[in-house]
């Protein structure tokens, strides 16, 4: 699997979920977005 795909998977499932579930604890909600240093057209 090469790199892109990889960061894509640990953004979506494991960053932003984890930020959700917390935020689902504290009974809110988040508003997130990210953009690549290296890459400013590559968001997530």
């Known amino acids: 699997m090469s790199a ?3 960061l894509d998977q640990i953004i979506c ?3 932003f979920a984890e930020a959700e579930s917390l935020a689902d604890l504290r ?3 988040i508003e997130g977005d990210m953009a690549s240093w290296d890459d400013p057209e590559r968001s997530w």
Do not use: T
């Open 13 to 15: 499932r494991e960053i």
């Open 27 to 29: 009974r809110c909600f």
């Open 4 to 6: 892109q795909p990889q």
